[in-house]
């Protein structure tokens, strides 16, 4: 009987340990992060500056917004469709997206296309995302990076993307 319980004293401690061990170790499964470096590279974080000097107090501009947060999937379709129409636009971003500062409505999507934009696949990437925006109709402004910008240029750029006439700034319908 002795033996009894002290085989089951000792499956109840391992049992113990074991768990202690798994629920310590879970944690750093669970959860394998850390802080990232930085939301925007140094060019982004540049060309934010002048882009939201650019695009005046009427508009506010968000970075790094999901195609799948701008886009939606049109029903009807099949589940697989569905799936794998959401799944392309899913882990594709927009650098900035700029919206009304009112009623924060998206006027126009923004991608600043560095050297990293002349690979095929960064070419087809492109080509889908300003197909997806030809698609939503919204305004898609493509522009160079490069060392320095005009708020003044991005300006004329920006108002001309969205079809507003800069003299009155009034959105042309």
């Not at 629920?23 to 060019?43: C, D, M, V, W």
């Not at 501009?61 to 799944?87: E, W, Y």
């Not at 600043?112 to 925006?133: G, I, M, P, Y």
């Not at 320095?148 to 991005?154: D, G, K, R, W």
Request: net charge positive; charged share 20%; with cysteine.
């Amino acid at each position: 009987m002795t033996w009894i319980l002290l085989i089951a004293l000792l499956v109840v401690i391992f049992a113990l340990l074991l768990l202690k061990k798994q629920n310590t170790h879970t944690g750093s499964i669970s959860f394998p992060y850390q802080r990232g470096k930085s939301l925007f590279s140094e060019a982004e974080r540049s060309f934010l500056g002048v882009l939201d000097q650019a695009v005046g107090a009427d508009y506010r501009v968000f970075g790094k917004v999901r195609l799948a947060d701008v886009a939606a999937v049109k029903s009807g379709l099949t589940n697989s469709a569905r799936q794998g129409a959401f799944n392309r636009i899913a882990y594709k971003h927009f650098d900035y997206v700029v919206c009304r500062a009112g009623d924060l409505s998206m006027v126009c999507a923004v991608e600043l296309n560095d050297k990293s934009h002349t690979s095929r696949k960064a070419q087809d990437r492109d080509e889908f995302v300003a197909n997806v925006c030809r698609v939503i109709a919204l305004p898609l402004l493509i522009v160079p990076a490069k060392a320095a910008y005009s708020p003044e240029e991005v300006r004329t750029q920006f108002l001309a993307a969205i079809a507003v006439n800069p003299a009155s700034n009034r959105i042309d319908s």
